[in-house]
């Protein structure tokens, strides 16, 4: 697999205080398989789905424990030249860029609104080996945030390489980001729904091939449903919260309904 263009989303990973637990959860709801820890990099377990690299759990280090959640990463090929780029459109950087071995150099940062997400400059870990259409693998990402302007502002200054496009509907504030005409990550308004304690977050998507039975796992595994099952043109999705906290979303990309939304450029 190549190194996927700048801006891309190209690995995900969580903390969670009971690993074992989250192993044996996402083992059940997705097919996961997992590689052996690593103790030369804080116990960090990479996830596989049918051999191939899906993601990764780790321990928090001494004083990060916290709520469980996912972490996406974007590609960059100059994990310091984004990092400048996070500082000078308003973001925070949480962690300076840090090599990893010879795996490459990550970072993390926040955008104006609070989402939290890494960046990360591939060395010999490219990142994600599945498709999205594979059982398992990561398939897609929103960024959720009741402050859509800065988002919006925020993360084609980052990432230069981002087209937007608005989509057509009075009901719901949604932008899709491209990358040469191609979706890489959508960008949602939380609405009153949403509780106000929720904080800005990405939410990530991993693929299934029936979105009802991992519903229905996942629920019996300690899972919270919070949306769906739903029908769209996309796919069959749901959104979850794991049995510690972290938020994620399942989608079957097979059982599609209804017309794609209309989109405008922006």
């Not at 989303?9 to 205080?17: E, L, Y």
């Not at 191939?52 to 974007?74: D, N, T």
């Not at 980001?177 to 959508?186: K, R």
């Not at 949403?194 to 899972?223: H, M, R, W």
């Given at each position: 697999m190549a190194v996927q263009?700048?801006?891309?989303?190209?690995?995900?990973?969580?903390?969670?205080?009971?690993?074992?637990?989250?192993?044996?959860?996402?083992?059940?709801?997705?097919?996961?398989?997992?590689?052996?820890?690593?103790?030369?990099?804080?116990?960090?377990?990479?996830?596989?789905?049918?051999?191939?690299?899906?993601?990764?759990?780790?321990?928090?280090?001494?004083?990060?424990?916290?709520?469980?959640?996912?972490?996406?990463?974007?590609?960059?090929?100059?994990?310091?030249?984004?990092?400048?780029?996070?500082?000078?459109?308003?973001?925070?950087?949480?962690?300076?860029?840090?090599?990893?071995?010879?795996?490459?150099?990550?970072?993390?940062?926040?955008?104006?609104?609070?989402?939290?997400?890494?960046?990360?400059?591939?060395?010999?870990?490219?990142?994600?080996?599945?498709?999205?259409?594979?059982?398992?693998?990561?398939?897609?990402?929103?960024?959720?945030?009741?402050?859509?302007?800065?988002?919006?502002?925020?993360?084609?200054?980052?990432?230069?390489?981002?087209?937007?496009?608005?989509?057509?509907?009075?009901?719901?504030?949604?932008?899709?980001?491209?990358?040469?005409?191609?979706?890489?990550?959508?960008?949602?308004?939380?609405?009153?729904?949403?509780?106000?304690e929720v904080q800005a977050?990405?939410?990530?998507?991993?693929?299934?091939?029936?979105?009802?039975?991992?519903?229905?796992?996942?629920?019996?595994?300690?899972?919270?449903?919070?949306?769906?099952?739903?029908?769209?043109?996309?796919?069959?999705?749901?959104?979850?919260?794991?049995?510690?906290?972290?938020?994620?979303?399942?989608?079957?990309?097979?059982?599609?309904?209804?017309?794609?939304?209309?989109?405008?450029?922006?």
């Amino acid at each position: 697999m190549a190194v996927q263009p700048e801006g891309t989303p190209c690995w995900a990973d969580a903390m969670f205080s009971d690993v074992e637990g989250a192993k044996s959860f996402y083992g059940d709801v997705l097919g996961w398989t997992f590689g052996e820890s690593s103790s030369e990099y804080g116990n960090y377990t990479q996830a596989y789905a049918d051999g191939k690299a899906v993601a990764a759990v780790v321990p928090p280090m001494p004083g990060q424990e916290g709520q469980s959640q996912w972490c996406l990463y974007f590609a960059s090929p100059d994990a310091a030249a984004t990092a400048g780029r996070i500082r000078d459109n308003g973001g925070e950087v949480l962690m300076e860029p840090m090599q990893v071995g010879d795996f490459g150099t990550m970072c993390l940062g926040r955008d104006p609104s609070g989402v939290v997400f890494g960046v990360w400059q591939a060395g010999e870990h490219e990142g994600f080996e599945a498709p999205p259409e594979q059982p398992g693998a990561f398939c897609w990402a929103e960024v959720f945030t009741r402050e859509p302007e800065k988002s919006d502002t925020f993360f084609p200054a980052v990432f230069p390489r981002y087209t937007a496009q608005q989509m057509e509907d009075d009901g719901v504030d949604f932008r899709i980001f491209n990358i040469t005409d191609a979706p890489v990550l959508g960008r949602m308004k939380m609405t009153e729904e949403f509780p106000p304690e929720v904080q800005a977050y990405i939410n990530v998507y991993f693929s299934v091939p029936d979105c009802d039975e991992a519903v229905s796992k996942a629920t019996k595994l300690g899972g919270v449903l919070r949306f769906g099952p739903m029908d769209s043109p996309f796919g069959r999705f749901a959104a979850l919260s794991d049995p510690q906290g972290a938020n994620f979303s399942v989608i079957d990309v097979t059982s599609t309904q209804g017309e794609m939304p209309k989109l405008t450029d922006v």
